[in-house]
T-cell receptor, first 114, second 113 residues
Framework: SAVISQKPSRDICQRGTSLTIQCQVD?????MFWYRQQPGQSLTLIAT?????????ESGFVIDKFPISRPNLTFSTLTVSNLSPEDSSIYLC???????????FGPGTRLTVL | AQSVTQPDIHITVSEGASLELRCNYSYGATPYLFWYVQSPGQGLQLLLK??????LVQGIKGFEAEFKRSQSSFNLRKPSVHWSDAAEYFC???????????FGTGTRLLVSP
């Protein structure tokens, strides 16, 4: 299994600012995923990030709001731009495991927007 | 489109009692099914998975789940719950080439003394 770390673990941000979340994996992986977990809700996939290509966004998520970088096989960042209180959520990154569909998750970043 | 339903938002179980968490899925082909657990302040951990073969799968921490195609269900069970099992449990189905996961809304398990 992969060990995944995220920074920051939590943050409180002002409306209109941006937050960049880092995801670091201890091994090289092809696919990385970014999820949002709104308060009391399930996980919703934001985008899939493959190294060397543009991220693929799910319906309802756009690159201008959630730009993603994937500079190498062990690292990715998700930026949440122009923050509003509705962006208050936990953001999680995950990587694909050996098994089909299997994913390993980071501990998450808890974002609160005031 | 794939979807997962977890009908129970909260469940309270006495410590030592048995547990069953329900999960129903909608998927046009043979599904790849997963149960994940999220402890407070933690990321998600894979408990078990079903791809094919034996419909009763064993996972970590004493959990098991049974795939029932006729009922489109993949219920999670544990014969004796421990206080440390208190957490949020998510059922998920593999979708779109099975690299994406579609999650249910989760069931919060509370364990009473």
């Amino acid at each position: 299994s992969a060990v995944i770390s995220q920074k920051p673990s939590r943050d409180i941000c002002q409306r209109g600012t941006s937050l960049t979340i880092q995801c670091q994996v201890d091994s090289q992986v092809t696919m990385m995923f970014w999820y949002r977990q709104q308060p009391g809700q399930s996980l919703t996939l934001i985008a899939t990030a493959n190294q060397g290509s543009e991220a693929t966004y799910e319906s309802g998520f756009v690159i201008d709001k959630f730009p993603i970088s994937r500079p190498n096989l062990t690292f990715s960042t998700l930026t949440v731009s122009n923050l509003s209180p509705e962006d208050s959520s936990i953001y999680l990154c995950s990587v694909g495991g050996i098994g089909v569909g299997e994913q390993f998750f980071g501990p998450g970043t808890r974002l609160t927007v005031l | 489109a794939q979807s997962v339903t977890q009908p129970d938002i909260h469940i309270t179980v006495s410590e030592g009692a048995s547990l069953e968490l329900r999960c129903n899925y909608s998927y046009g082909a043979t599904p790849y099914l997963f149960w994940y657990v999220q402890s407070p302040g933690q990321g998600l951990q894979l408990l078990l998975k079903y791809f094919s073969g034996d419909t009763l799968v064993q996972g970590i921490k004493g959990f098991e789940a049974e795939f029932k195609r006729s009922q489109s269900s993949f219920n999670l069970r544990k014969p004796s719950v421990h206080w440390s099992d208190a957490a949020e449990y998510f059922c998920a189905v593999g979708a779109s080439g099975f690299q994406k996961l579609v999650f249910g809304t989760g069931t919060r398990l509370l364990v009473s003394p």
